[in-house]
């Protein structure tokens, strides 16, 4: 499994990225400017980690580059983000039942 990183769009191989234990996923919303569609994944690196890599891409500009579980990569340009959401995936209720 590939984690998220960040860099220029070359550098797409992470190395040495801690990731949450096996089956926690964090949701991670992307806001792009200008754009009426959001960019929605989930990654298996914990909310702190993944908010640690959009400050440091925010810092030195270039190119935020995130991977799902499923090993899709996204790039964003940091010119780019409008917003970045992080939260603990829900889980989906199954039923007609009132909770």
Do not use: C, W, Y
């Amino acid at each position: 499994m590939i984690a998220p990183t960040i860099g220029r769009a070359r550098d797409v191989i992470p190395r040495n990225v801690t990731t949450a234990q096996a089956g926690d996923t964090v949701e991670i919303t992307i806001g792009v400017k200008n754009v009426a569609r959001e960019i929605t994944l989930e990654s298996a690196q914990t909310a702190d980690e993944v908010g640690a890599l959009v400050a440091t891409a925010l810092a030195k500009g270039g190119v935020l580059t995130l991977a799902d579980q499923r090993g899709r990569h996204v790039l964003v340009p940091v010119e780019s983000l409008g917003f970045v959401e992080m939260g603990p995936e829900e889980q989906r209720r199954v039923g007609f039942g009132a909770l």
